[in-house]
């Protein structure tokens, strides 16, 4: 079947230092993968949005400079969240649509933020 | 402006019951709507998922009922049992979109044995 996993699940980070995530898929080709932050309220924001071979598009009120995003091959992304504050919480989430468009979520990285 | 809204925000079923879960959206361009469970400390886990040309997708004991017209849909979960209680998501995009999911805000489901 189809799986995505996320590391780490969880971590914490000094207020103004940086952290990466990374997301595999596996057991399918990820034509595009998605990062959503997930706020404690459970509401979803998209980050942005990355197709492999094409330029990572970016929604309003997030940029390359505070979330770069890697995506070298169909199964991996790695995104890195610089210069984290408080306001940066939550759940990152990474959505991984294969080729039949079907979206997986992996577990999520809970990033705290000290 | 939400464009893809779900109620109640918290349903409580008794076990074996019926529990049915609204969602209704803006876009007439949205033609696929997944839905997703999430339980807590996990990720969303996709469900089931309709595309706009069909009014009914059944799989398991979920089922989606589509209304395109009304620019609604419901997922009915029959016989509901404890382990099924969990925030329920729906969703929704479009070809255009890419990958790009509109998410709603979720219903908390109860199923009280």
């Known amino acids: 079947g189809a799986l995505v996993y996320q590391y780490p699940r969880r971590t914490i980070c000094k207020s103004g230092t940086s952290m990466r995530m990374e997301c595999q898929a596996v057991?399918?080709?990820?034509?595009?993968v998605a990062w959503y932050r997930q706020s404690p309220q459970k509401t979803f924001e998209l980050i942005a949005l990355?197709?492999?071979?094409?330029?990572?598009?970016?929604e309003q009120n997030f940029t390359q400079e505070k979330f770069p995003i890697s995506h070298p091959n169909l199964s991996f992304s790695s995104m890195t969240v610089l210069n984290a504050y408080l306001e940066d919480r939550g759940l990152y989430l990474c959505?991984?649509?294969?080729?039949?468009?079907?979206?997986?979520f992996g577990p999520g990285t809970r990033l705290t933020v000290l | 402006q939400q464009q893809v809204r779900q109620s109640p925000q918290s349903l409580t079923v008794w076990e074996g019951e019926t529990a049915i879960l609204n969602c209704s959206y803006e876009n007439s361009a949205f033609d696929y709507f997944p839905w997703y469970q999430q339980f807590p400390g996990e990720g969303p886990a996709l469900l089931i998922a309709?595309?706009?040309?069909?009014d009914k997708k059944e799989d398991g004991g979920f089922t989606i009922f589509f209304n395109k017209r009304e620019k609604n849909l419901s997922l009915h979960i029959k016989d509901s049992q404890p382990g099924d209680s969990a925030t329920y998501f729906c969703?929704?995009?479009?070809?255009?979109?890419?990958?790009?999911?509109?998410f709603g805000t979720g219903t908390l489901l109860s199923v009280k044995p």
């Open positions: 959505g991984a649509r294969g080729w039949g468009g079907e979206q997986y």
């Open positions: 057991g399918f080709q990820a034509t595009s």
């Open positions: 990355s197709t492999v071979n094409s330029a990572i598009k970016y």
């Open positions: 309709i595309r706009s040309v069909s």
């Open positions: 969703a929704a995009n479009y070809g255009g979109s890419g990958n790009k999911l509109i």
